[in-house]
């Protein structure tokens, strides 16, 4: 009797484990948080490039930036030579477009979309730890000339929150918080990282 439930608890234990294996664990994809070294303690912002024909964006991302980290309170930002880490940013696309028209083909609505890539350099280590390139705020809104517009740049200022925002959470939180336009990339080190950094 004994040998016969050893066997049905053994043949019970054998499918249990291979419909475990052949239908797949819920979590087995999931890629874990990679948040940053133990050794960063504190953050420099460097100076915002701005690659657009658009003057001062640079001005705004960088005061709302530094808004958002001093509301998070989990890392101070300190000056680029007393940190640990350096958090890098470029403007690359700036695009308000007209989507929508009135009859006299004069713009009612607009969408005002930016592109950012954004690093991050391990100082200690010397090497780009993330990237996102192409990380985007886009917003659709009506013009001023609306009953309920808003001015360019008032769209600006909802936009930059927006970045701020994600570029706060992607440097906490840490892979697959916030995802750039075509994707995140993986850690770069030697000549091919020091490249994007170096002044």
């Not at 916030?178 to 770069?188: C, F, H, I, M, N």
Request: net charge neutral.
């Amino acid at each position: 009797m004994k040998k016969i439930n050893l066997f049905y608890l053994l043949l019970f234990c054998s499918g249990f484990f291979s419909l475990v294996v052949l239908t797949g664990c819920p979590y087995a994809y999931t890629p874990s948080t990679i948040l940053l070294p133990q050794h960063i303690k504190k953050i420099g912002l460097r100076p915002i490039k701005n690659d657009t024909a658009f003057f001062g964006l640079e001005d705004k991302l960088t005061l709302r930036l530094q808004e958002e980290f001093t509301r998070g309170g989990t890392y101070p930002l300190v000056k680029e030579e007393d940190a640990d880490g350096i958090l890098i940013a470029v403007i690359n696309r700036y695009i308000n477009q007209p989507v929508s028209y009135d009859e006299n083909l004069v713009a009612q609505e607009r969408k005002l979309w930016v592109l950012v890539n954004i690093y991050f350099w391990d100082k200690v280590e010397d090497k780009i730890i993330w990237s996102e390139p192409n990380l985007q705020a886009i917003h659709r809104y009506f013009v001023e000339t609306s009953a309920s517009g808003i001015t360019e740049e008032q769209a600006r200022e909802i936009v930059w929150d927006k970045l701020s925002r994600d570029i706060y959470k992607r440097t906490i939180e840490g892979f697959g918080s916030v995802t750039g336009e075509l994707g995140r990339k993986a850690p770069v080190s030697g000549p091919a990282g020091k490249k994007e950094i170096k002044p």
